[in-house]
């Protein structure tokens, strides 16, 4: 399995950023699909998740400014990211639970970290 992610880098305050990740391999089927964010020194946190039917789940720190999205073919995520803060300044890790067509389990895998710098 592969995740590839993109679209993170420098942004002033105020602006907006839209990361992708596409995941892809012998992918019997994909349960969620998400995004964590990392800083030095601090442990990985969930940004936002959403599941092959649709349920969003956000952090706090980003109700109302983030969205999370799936593409049509529900291999891909997006997400958009709006009025960013300085804190949002982070490496962000594409993640997704799924299950190969070699496998009966469901298990996680994780993208390249992408990185997103808030800063004027």
């Known amino acids: 399995v592969q995740l590839q992610a993109s679209g993170g880098g420098l942004v002033q305050p105020g602006g907006s950023l839209r990361l992708s990740c596409a995941a892809s391999g012998s992918i019997f089927s994909i349960n969620v699909m998400g995004w964590y964010r990392q800083t030095p020194g601090k442990q990985r946190g969930l940004v936002a998740s959403?599941?092959?039917?649709?349920?969003?789940n956000y952090a706090d720190s980003v109700k109302g400014r983030f969205t999370i999205s799936r593409g049509n073919a529900k291999n891909t995520v997006y997400l958009q990211m709006n009025s960013l803060i300085p804190e949002d300044t982070a490496v962000y890790y594409c993640n997704t639970n799924l299950r190969l067509y070699s496998s009966v389990r469901y298990e996680d895998y994780w993208g390249q970290g992408t990185e997103v710098t808030v800063s004027s």
């Open positions: 959403i599941t092959y039917g649709g349920r969003t």
